[in-house]
């Protein structure tokens, strides 16, 4: 089974950055996609970005130039990390794998959230 954990959260100032790691483990026969959410308090759960199984990376514009997401695959990591950060960039950010199994089952696997928060 595949899972995905977060970490690598925190709370720093306005204009500080902050590196996310989300480690994988478990077997992927077909990657699809991964990526990164970010649920604001009290808002429902966003995209940030993605990393298809090509390298093609995408960004939502309200992080496009500050954050870039990257991928490890000999440790089977991904990362978001985050530049310039701003009050609005605080909330519980996911990381998102979708992927094919050995049967052919879709899967969209999320991990836990990793909490971050940016102070004025």
């Known amino acids: 089974q595949v899972q995905l954990v977060e970490s690598g959260g925190g709370s720093v100032q306005a204009g500080g950055s902050l590196k996310l790691s989300c480690t994988i483990s478990g077997s992927i026969f077909r990657l699809n996609a991964m990526g990164w959410h970010h649920q604001a308090p009290g808002n429902k759960r966003e995209w940030v970005a993605d990393?298809?199984?090509?390298?093609?990376?995408r960004y939502a514009d309200s992080v496009k130039g500050r954050f870039t997401i990257s991928r490890d695959s000999a440790k089977n990591m991904m990362y978001l990390q985050m530049n310039s950060l701003k009050p609005e960039d605080t909330g519980v950010y996911y990381c998102n794998a979708n992927f094919w199994s050995s049967d052919s089952t879709f899967h969209n696997n999320w991990g836990q959230g990793t909490q971050v928060t940016v102070s004025s």
């Open positions: 990393l298809t199984r090509a390298g093609n990376t």
